[in-house]
């Protein structure tokens, strides 16, 4: 029992949204009890997005399944009111995998949430990337791009923030803190 647990867990490994990072032989495997269970599909038999796309490419069929699950999030409208204005004048930058559960559960709630107060998507530019985080035209070159999703914000073109693979409080309160140059470190930042 002991060897498919451990084979289970380092299968997972291998599988993460994350990139694989090789574990020393003696660091013990521990099991998440609390791990929620994705809902009834796992999305696996879907093709994999790669390269710049428009966001209506996941909110449509293959994807949609997903994208409209996920798109019920609801944010705490006390931030959306705050949101709305620190957003005047920046874009983002969203790097995802359409094979990534991280990924298909946080863009279409972003996209609830910019959509709630009124940001033009035409701000927005989505990079799809295979499981190696990569694109055939490199567009996530220079951007270290370990995570996914990892959602940059600029203002002029220069980065304000970014939140890697999940937020720290939520994406609302996340992005309130990025836009208006509040302490903020992503999951991975020291």
């Known amino acids: 029992m002991k060897k498919i647990l451990l084979l289970i867990c380092v299968f997972s490994v291998f599988t993460a949204c994350k990139k694989n990072v090789q574990k020393s032989v003696d660091e013990e495997v521990k099991v998440e009890e609390t791990h929620e269970e994705e809902s009834a599909s796992d999305y696996s038999d879907l093709p994999v997005l790669v390269g710049k796309q428009e966001i209506t490419a996941i909110q449509n069929p293959p994807y949609s399944d997903w994208f409209l699950e996920n798109y019920k999030y609801m944010p705490k409208s006390d931030v959306l009111e705050q949101l709305k204005p620190a957003l005047v004048d920046k874009t983002f930058e969203i790097f ?65 923030g970014r939140i890697v693979e999940y937020p720290i409080q939520n994406l609302e309160e996340d992005l309130l803190k990025i836009a208006t140059g509040q302490p903020y470190k992503h999951a991975y930042e020291d």
């Open 96 to 160: 995802m995998g359409t094979w990534c559960s991280d990924s298909r559960a946080h863009v279409p709630a972003l996209m609830n949430i910019l959509d709630a107060v009124g940001y033009d998507s035409q701000n927005i530019t989505l990079i799809t990337v295979d499981e190696d985080k990569t694109t055939p035209e490199n567009w996530e070159e220079g951007k270290n791009i370990q995570f996914v999703p990892t959602i940059i914000l600029y203002e002029n073109g220069v980065e304000k």
